[in-house]
């Protein structure tokens, strides 16, 4: 059974970072593009960035250039560094894992990013 469990969120001032991560279990990580999404409230979920096992990535038009999304193969885990956080990106982000066979789809639980002065 895959499991996704995200950590990393937290409060922010604008203009300030965070480094979200995505620990995958019970999946063949090479088999499964991995990616970000947010839900911020009142608005649906988006795609942040998303991340094949070939290399690809690819970003949202709201978030490019001010975010990298990255996974390590032998952690099993992906990484969404953000910077430059603006009160627009508070949102609870959520890993999300598809598979390449049959686009099967995976969620975490979420995580809360708060970005406020």
């Known amino acids: 059974q895959v499991q996704l469990v995200e950590s990393g969120g937290g409060l922010v001032q604008p203009g300030g970072s965070l480094r979200l991560s995505c620990a995958a279990s019970?999946?063949?990580?090479?088999?499964?593009?991995m990616a970000w999404y947010r839900q911020a409230p009142g608005k649906e979920r988006e795609l942040v960035a998303a991340?094949?096992?070939?290399?690809?990535?690819k970003y949202a038009d709201s978030v490019n250039g001010r975010v990298s999304i990255s996974r390590d193969s032998v952690k099993k885990m992906v990484f969404l560094e953000m910077n430059n956080l603006q009160p627009e990106d508070t949102a609870v982000y959520y890993c999300?894992?598809?598979?390449?066979?049959?686009?099967?789809?995976?969620w975490g639980q979420g995580t809360q990013v708060t970005v406020s002065s």
């Open positions: 019970g999946i063949i990580f090479s088999l499964y593009t």
């Open positions: 999300n894992a598809r598979a390449i066979r049959d686009g099967s789809l995976s």
């Open positions: 991340a094949s096992n070939g290399g690809g990535t």
